[in-house]
């Protein structure tokens, strides 16, 4: 499995060559790699089908106890076939798709690192792991999407889709780490067993909004669902493989592999219930409020996106192995028609459904593979949309709260869904031609039709001979949610059930949607929806942004004004009310002094004082630099007298140090002649007292308080056995904390040469300052003469 993922990353690595090297067959190539990968998967089915599941592991941070470890059962398996399968037909779509753009190469790369990150998804063990590929996945998307990067509209939908996904993807972050605190494992397949441990921990609830919170943003789940219908700004080939196998499902894929952790209890239910069913109402409805290709299918995305979140919600074996079955639908049917929508686009022009009809003639084969995924994606028989249709109503049926509920929210959102599906996949051929084409229609290079036919004879085939994958895959993916194994047959006739019932139902509404949906599309009840729901919580997400870009900058000017004289009272200040704080609230009082002061001690003390005085009050900068230095030589003589030389010698240097530096400097600079007002002066003088007086009284108490000497110990015993050093001092500086002095080092190094180079910097003088001033023409002339 490591090999597996690390060759999409290789493929990544080398695209760009071979398009370079075979530009019009680069696709067909490149197509071979995820192709080899989907053959690799196909073939551990049987060994997955009899119950068994495959572990890898290898040593990564050994340091860290974190090792690369792979994960396959029947679940990680049904979406590793869908990354690799659906996949290869996307790289060789993007080859005749964007066979023309220049930077092919780097879409390769992107679309490649893309699918390697997800693949490592849904096959990562180890939770470290897992949150690796899952922020890559966000990484890589934001990547594809903003992949027209010169036009806004996709700036701003990549950025979108980062800050959504990539923000929800930290508060997973914070979900997974308290899992493993509470599993005491960080491993998924050792987790699995600990569902009952998990839910009666007091972590459970923190736990359970924290991962709702990744995998809601992740799946576009309401209010987070405004960055995937925006998202279609990038290439047809990302919003096909975004939206049928990828990252879009990454937060259901995460739902269902934590169900036996986390679910079953009433939070999960009714959450995953409530915001799933709204999700699918909601965005199927609104899906018939648009007219372009994209917009409709991004839509009804959202829609089985909702609806596989509802059904985890449910749990129980009718919702997990519904759930199973239409995520194989949805991908077969999603990506086949979002090619379409991008073959139409680029051979008329325009995805407009209005401005389509009649194309039935001009691109026959695209039309075969869109009809037969329109028709899966409305359900119709005998396609594999209909026993996917079925199969949410029976768990609707048999669900143990809320199924009449359920079932009438699925009836709902699947009259919207039908009605979709007949106007994506059905209305761009029929009719007559209306014209309105920049482009002459005409039929799509074989590498962009052969995708969506595929995946809709894929589709009639599973409606018509489910068992292909029904025990094989899709029961196998439904032990791996359940960690149970029952039974799995579908089959296209159920008999006169009430799911059939149901389904008759549905198609009677949907059909007359359909055939009324440009009035439907036009009301007034479509246009509130829309506004309300479809560009509501984007708006409400801009303007957040906006705002907080706003807050940002009032801070930035507040706080960066670029005033050295507010730095210093910001950091005094804040140091005063913080710490003055902590010790009035510690209650720490001033340290009563019971020792004696020799008469040079005062002297030294009265020094220092006095040239603190000159310093404040002279008016010329040589001065108060010279005051400065002889109250810095007063307290290295201090250090000397109290038995610190290493110390006195390093104040001594730098005093030194720092009065040529300063001397060189403030020499070019005006006397000061101007006064502060009187309030400027009492305010800083107020704040000068204020420091001394808090650094007095944390010395004092530090000075009084017994000294641990258990650091000081450490460090004789251990400066010769560990460094070979006697000068302790000098071990603790180069050894013990030696890149820390080097730090230091090379900051004074690099503060020497910007000296070093504002001294050499020629001045500029009357004659040059002159020559500034000539106005431009006349210095053309001039330079012309």
Not at 118 to 145: K, P, Q, R
Not at 310 to 319: F, R, Y
């Amino acid at each position: 499995m490591l090999f597996a993922v690390l060759s999409i990353f290789l493929g990544a690595a080398l695209s760009p060559l071979v398009v370079r090297v075979s530009r019009q067959a680069a696709g067909w190539i490149l197509g071979l790699l995820p192709l080899g990968v989907f053959v690799f998967f196909a073939r551990q089915v049987p060994t997955v089908a009899h119950g068994e599941t495959v572990r890898q592991s290898f040593e990564w941070l050994p340091s860290l106890n974190i090792p690369l470890s792979f994960y396959l059962d029947g679940l990680s398996l049904l979406f590793a076939l869908l990354v690799t399968g659906i996949g290869t037909l996307i790289v060789v779509y993007a080859g005749g798709y964007l066979a023309h753009h220049e930077q092919l190469g780097r879409f390769y790369v992107q679309l490649l690192s893309f699918m390697g990150a997800m693949l490592g998804l849904v096959l990562a063990d180890n939770i470290y792991v897992f949150f690796i590929f899952f922020e890559l996945t966000s990484l890589t998307s934001y990547l594809l999407i903003g992949f027209y990067h010169t036009e806004e509209e996709s700036r701003v939908a990549a950025r979108k889709a980062l800050v959504v996904t990539g923000g929800g993807g930290l508060a997973l972050l914070g979900g997974l780490l308290l899992l493993g605190q509470v599993t005491g494992t960080m491993e998924f397949s050792e987790m699995l067993s600990m569902g009952a441990a998990v839910q009666s921990h007091p972590y459970y609830l923190a736990i359970f909004v924290l991962v709702c919170a990744g995998a809601f943003t992740k799946s576009a789940q309401f209010p987070f669902h405004f960055w995937l219908p925006a998202a279609m700004a990038g290439p047809t080939p990302v919003s096909a493989y975004l939206h049928s196998a990828t990252m879009v499902k990454a937060g259901v894929f995460l739902l269902a592999r934590l169900s036996p952790v986390l679910g079953g209890t009433a939070v999960w239910e009714g959450t995953l219930g409530i915001v799933g069913g709204f999700t699918m109402l909601m965005s199927a409805w609104l899906a018939l409020r648009y007219t372009d290709l994209k917009q409709i299918l991004a839509y009804t995305t959202v829609m089985v996106l909702g609806l596989l979140t509802m059904l985890l919600g449910v749990g129980g074996e009718e919702a997990i192995t519904a759930m199973v079955t239409f995520t194989v639908v949805h991908a077969l049917y999603k990506g086949g028609l979002f090619m379409m929508a991008g073959s139409i686009d680029h051979e008329t022009g325009t995805r407009n459904v209005r401005e389509l009809g009649g194309l039935r003639n001009a691109m026959p084969w695209t039309m075969a593979g869109a009809v037969a995924t329109g028709l899966s994606m409305a359900g119709i028989p005998p396609l594999f949309g209909f026993i996917g249709k079925e199969m949410t109503y029976e768990a609707a049926l048999h669900a143990d709260s809320f199924g009449i509920l359920l079932l009438g929210v699925s009836v709902l959102a699947n009259v919207a869904l039908v009605a979709s599906g007949l106007v994506v996949g059905l209305k761009p051929f029929i009719g007559e031609q209306k014209g309105a084409f920049t482009r002459e229609p005409h039929e799509a290079p074989v590498s962009m039709w052969l995708g969506p036919l595929v995946l809709g004879a894929l589709g009639l085939t599973f409606g018509v001979y489910p068992a292909l994958i029904d025990h094989s895959l899709l029961q196998s993916a439904q032990t791996g949610i359940l960690q149970e194994s029952h039974e799995l047959h579908l089959a296209l006739w159920h008999g006169f059930s009430p799911a059939l019932m149901a389904s008759l139902v549905t198609f009677a509404l949907g059909f007359t949607v359909y055939a009324t949906w440009e009035s439907i599309q036009e009301s007034g009840v479509m246009a509130g929806l829309g506004t309300a729901f479809g560009h509501g919580p984007g708006r409400v997400f801009e303007r957040g942004l906006y705002g907080l870009a706003r807050f940002s900058e009032g801070i930035t000017v507040l706080f960066q004004n670029g005033r050295f004289r507010w730095y210093l009272f910001a950091i005094f200040t804040s140091v005063i009310v913080l710490v003055g704080g902590g010790l009035v609230e510690a209650q720490v009082g001033w340290p009563e002094f019971d020792g004696d002061v020799a008469y040079y001690e005062a002297a030294l003390a009265g020094l220092i004082m006095l040239s603190t005085f000159v310093a404040v009050r002279t008016t010329g900068r040589f001065i108060a630099i010279l005051a400065l230095s002889v109250g810095g030589y007063g307290v290295a003589l201090l250090y000397l007298l109290f038995g610190a030389p290493d110390l006195a010698m390093t104040q001594f240097a730098i005093e030194t140090l720092t009065l040529i530096l300063l001397v060189i400097v403030i020499i070019h600079l005006p006397g000061i002649e101007e006064e502060e007002p009187l309030g400027v002066r009492l305010r800083d003088g107020a704040i000068a007292l204020g420091c001394g007086a808090l650094y007095t009284v944390m010395m004092s108490v530090i000075v009084s308080s017994p000294l641990d000497r258990r650091v000081s110990e450490y460090l004789a015993q251990n400066s010769y056995t560990e460094a070979l050093g006697h000068n302790v001092v000098n071990v603790i500086l180069v050894d013990f904390r030696g890149i820390d002095t080097m730090g230091e080092i090379t900051v004074l190094t690099i503060a020497a040469i910007g000296v070093y180079v504002l001294m050499r910097m020629p001045r500029r003088d009357a004659h040059a300052e002159a020559d500034d001033e000539v106005p431009a023409e006349e210095g053309a002339a001039s330079t012309a003469e």
